[in-house]
């Protein structure tokens, strides 16, 4: 078993922001994340599937084909959006990378070709601050 | 003469649109970049300085102490900002990264202490579009 | 299940040297590293928790939270330190990577909120070499 | 049990190729990495291995020595070579980087110290590309 | 004046070898990097334009057409392609990183809109070897 | 003219401490990096020379030699020292990056051989910080 990772990238706004509180009270549990007015991210997301090797191509999936379904999968819904505003698959979440990570992996898991196991994604905000999920 | 450098980071929203034009045209020139909703990203900024080291410090300036004015005239009037709406030195500007440094630079350079000169700013958008800036 | 990772940075001297050897044999066996004079390094810390986001606040744990808990429990006691001689936690023991991550662990899993799980620490000591310890 | 990481570098030059189809099915299968005047890469290695940190010397196993049995049992092999035509353990294989990382494995894993328990490499073929095998 | 600087990547194949001499004297001066099997790098390629902001746009240039400029002048000749053999721009030169970014800079200089100024190009070969070229 | 760059690594301890100050002033002057038991960290060097590429090599000066002589030069002297204690040309000055940058450019400048110019130094002494010398 090999695990094969391809990394892309995004850019967008968010903010965190419950609507069934006040907005003190977002302001005081999320801080500078609930600007009304947006804040955003570059965001690099790592895309992890795993398989044997197929004897033929050396490959366990064409990483130039892993390519383009993220970005027809998962980028072209994502860069240069708001999240909250723009985002079907984030609609009516708090919009944190935890439940980001999750929504990415819902809409790209179903879309892998019939043997191709998606094994993890990891997702960087910041420098600093990344998220890993395994479905 | 030494030149010494301090990096800070902070986060934003932002959109590439001029008022006076339409919203196709806008689109036409921005793209994705005019979104209505914004975009965002982690930014990375470089402050140099330049001058003789201190006999007694061995410092050109204290990096501690430049750290602080960089968070104090800069940081904290961009991070988790909306660079359109919320940031008074870009009101009327059109919010590219070049008119970005500038807007940096004249927040900055009034407040450095006298004897302190500073050479340059470079400001990452991504990791691969940076502008510089010498004033 | 959710991982999310914060990520901070300290420098320390060190050494590594068993008193219970002669020079000689330090030297022998740690090279460069048994230097008297001591050496050092910038260290980047990776802290990953574990669990299910909350429902209200989309966050497993905030990380905000978790960054001042990481400076208080860990950051404050080792960065600008030598680590053989001003960190309690790491008296009377080979001043290595291994048992610095080890001793890091021992400092923050117990200061974590109850249902916080702490699931892996990476400590990179130079850009070259890292260790990870999942307890 | 604590994990240990050391990170080597090479380049080479490689194409994706099988003999056993036609130049235009290769091209069809593998677009601009069939080139038959080879391409090549600036590739990453990390191996980690696994133990209990010795009492004696703080180390799971002497990072500097691992770093020296690196180098002898693969960088040497590798580096500044054609994959293809150069390297003994990639002969009749297709020379992606999936089969080349299994290669490394079985070159590096035997070498080991008795006791030394190889846990994971992995393998950087661009920066935006990476392997993981386990064994 | 504001500078903005656009990265892009390629990797390709080469070797240092200069025909007028025997192959002894080509391994004695260019040692590995004389292997007649070739070996490759991935590139990274920064280029920097200066000018003053436009009042409608905010741009010294729009850095998406830089980008796609960028791609047909240079990274379209050279990426998965061997620079000794498919380029005709580098033939009949040594295939050296100093002599490539001085062939890069013919290439795309004369292909810049009138009003753009070609400030300076930085070619990495490895992460810790680069060149830098003014014209 | 063309630019050469090539980046080595060292780590080293030191603190940053007047001996003509009291150890209060010290200590309000240079905060925790007057620690009298050291700090440390990796510090990353970038030597810049410039000159014609040459015809039959194609190099402004072999890279591979450069490195040597960079190790011999400068490396070796304080890779893995104390900067205050083990380094004759950093005896009797205030340890800062600033002062080290300058030491470091009087040994390698007069052992380069003649044409080469040391145009010139950078050096990292945390991600965030670095300096700049050109003579």
Not at 4 to 23: Q, S
């Amino acid at each position: 078993m090999v695990y094969i990772t391809r990394i892309e990238h995004f850019n967008a706004a968010h903010k965190l922001y419950n609507p069934g509180w006040t907005r003190e009270k977002n302001e005081e549990v999320f801080g500078k994340c609930a600007n009304e007015h947006w804040h955003g991210h570059n965001f690099d997301l790592y895309v992890t599937i795993k398989g044997e090797p197929d004897a033929e191509t050396g490959f366990v999936y064409d990483v130039k084909k892993l390519s383009i379904l993220i970005r027809e999968q998962v980028i072209d819904k994502l860069d240069h959006k708001n999240l909250n505003l723009d985002v079907p698959f984030m609609k009516d979440k708090l919009c944190s990378i935890e439940n980001l990570v999750i929504g990415i992996w819902n809409e790209l898991e179903p879309a892998l070709p019939a043997g191709i196991q998606l094994h993890s994604l990891k997702l960087y905000e910041t420098p600093r601050i990344f998220v890993e999920y395994f479905g």
